[in-house]
């Protein structure tokens, strides 16, 4: 599932009009080798529209990813679907966090911004892993080293 900046990177690079949405300035090289018709790779389908921009997903897209994550064993999360900060761009993100937290799945979140948006609306206790570094934690899932694991000598 893909949402958040990222989702507006992913859309552009598709062809898609993201209007004055924020979007990387590297695109090419972040999705460089991705096959763009996989059908696992599951993003927004509509938005909650504000000033050309698309501060959160839309409520279709929160029904197809609940349904995603309903058949899920594990779920990572790791950044917000929108402007959480601001009640009028917040359903999509409480909407991802009401269905991973209600899932059967085992239950992963990182990073800052997730962690503070789950806080908000009081399910961070219902995660089973929570790490304070987003990036970090993705960078560990995917088999890199991180300097910190290093010097402890964890690897």
Known sequence: IVG?????????????????????????????????????????KDFNLFENRMPDIGPLSVKKFREVIKKAEMVVWNGPMGIF???????????????????DAFKVIGGGDTISAVSRISLLDKFDFVSTGGGAMLAFLAGDKLPGLEALGYY
Do not use: H, M, Q, Y
Request: zero cysteines; hydrophobic letters at 40%.
């Open 85 to 103: 900060e601001d009640e009028r761009f917040s359903a999509g993100t409480n909407g991802v966090a009401e269905a991973i937290t209600s899932s």
């Open 4 to 44: 958040g900046v990222i989702a507006n990177d992913f859309l552009k690079l598709k062809g898609v009009d993201v209007g004055n949405a924020i979007v990387d300035d590297n695109l090419e090289e972040l999705f460089s080798g991705l096959d763009f018709d996989d059908p696992r790779i599951i993003v927004p």
